[in-house]
């Protein structure tokens, strides 16, 4: 047993020996033979790229035989777009053909909380109607153009147009684009082309009036020139600009129609009607445009075409006034009777703020009852009649 410890202590010493009897250099090993010692480094913010600036041309077909006109009208447009809210970066005189135009550099978009450009929009209301008279239809455009006016809307242009053998009527008018809010708005160039004019020479005599009128509205316009219709007449078109962004328009307002419960033997009594009725919607606070006939079976009614507002909340868009229906649980012997009840509801609906625009008596002997359409509000106030 001591032989074999000592056999076993004389080996290792043997093979100790000749481990380290082996010749060491510096040689014989590389870098990559030593793991790489790990180091602590400080954070560091992840790198950040400044956002670019985009420069837009603004361009114009405008020419003028001279190099030396040019710069004039050049500066003239600069100042034009600055009065806009627009960041002008200078422009240049350019060859046009054979004449000279310019071109100006501009940044296409503005910040959040900047009132010019405006956001706007210019809508066109028809009312569906067909005059047989040209002047009838003038008349109820007119008395349109003055409803919008009266209803703070800024009316830019209203015209006659066919309607098979008929007139109809348009009104443009301008209402606020309520755009959703974001850091930057882009900045848009629109043109309205508005009036009719038998000669070339009256169209360009009422661009100063068409710019006062988008001036009066808030409207910076940019230039107006007169243009050729397709009848051979003339127009006078107004470049203007608005600021937008990707969501897309968002009109303040809306048309809502009302279609009366009454009946008429004639038309003109139904027209009468619907003229006597406007006054209840401006009460109710939903100022009325415009009203039109229509048949009901063998007979006549109307309808009122009214304002409201538009409210947007996340998932869509609601009016801030609507038309309900009350429809009288109780019936009475007489139509007498239903009638002093109807009033008497009617007059409540009003007292409460629930503006009364139709009713109407219904039933027979034994059985009469009525309803009543009054308006009902979403908590906001729609547009507010303009007392002029």
């Known amino acids: 047993m001591f ?10 010493l043997i093979l100790t020996a000749t481990s380290f009897s082996q010749a060491f250099s510096l040689n014989s090993f590389s870098a990559g033979d030593v793991p790489p010692a790990k180091t602590a480094e400080p954070s560091r913010p992840a790198p950040v790229t400044p956002p670019g600036v985009t420069i837009a041309t603004y361009t114009t077909d405008e020419t003028v035989t001279f190099e030396s006109q040019a710069k004039p009208a050049m500066d003239a447009r600069i100042a034009a777009l600055k009065a806009a809210g627009i960041t002008t970066l200078g422009g240049r005189v350019v060859p046009l053909g054979n004449d000279y135009s310019f071109v100006i550099d501009y940044l296409p978009t503005v910040k959040y909380g900047a009132a010019l450009p405006p956001a706007v929009l210019i809508d066109t209301y028809k009312n569906g109607a067909a005059y047989w008279l040209a002047a009838d239809a003038t008349a109820a455009m007119n008395a349109c153009a003055s409803a919008f006016r009266a209803a703070g809307l800024a009316v830019v242009g209203s015209y006659l147009y066919a309607a098979g053998s008929d007139n109809a009527f348009a009104v443009d008018y301008l209402q606020k684009n309520l755009l959703r809010p974001t850091a930057e708005y882009d900045v848009k160039f629109e043109k309205y082309t508005g009036g009719k004019f038998t000669f070339e020479s009256d169209a360009v005599k009422n661009i100063p009036s068409f710019l006062a009128m988008f001036k009066q509205a808030g409207v910076p316009a940019i230039r107006g020139r007169a243009v050729s219709r397709p009848d051979n007449d003339y127009a006078v078109e107004v470049e203007y600009v608005v600021k937008t962004n990707r969501f897309g328009p968002r009109p303040q307002y809306s048309v809502s129609r009302y279609d009366a419960r009454e009946t008429f033997p004639f038309e003109k009594d139904a027209l009468a009607a619907s003229r006597a009725r406007l006054a209840a919607f401006t009460s109710a606070g939903v100022p009325p445009v415009s009203s039109v006939s229509r048949p009901e079976g063998s007979d006549f009614s109307y309808s009122v075409d ?83």
């Open 3 to 12: 032989k074999k410890l000592v056999f076993s202590a004389f080996s290792f």
């Open 306 to 388: 009214f304002l409201v507002g538009n409210i947007y909340q996340q998932g869509g868009v609601i009016h801030s006034a609507a038309v309900e229906t009350y429809q009288a649980p109780e019936t009475f012997t007489f139509d007498t009777e239903a009638k002093k009840a109807l009033a008497d509801k009617a007059a409540a609906f009003n007292a409460a703020g629930l503006g009364v625009i139709g009713s109407a008596v219904t039933g027979q002997l034994g059985s009469f009852t009525y309803v009543i359409d009054y308006v009902a509000k979403a908590g906001q106030a729609g547009p507010v009649p303009q007392h002029r």
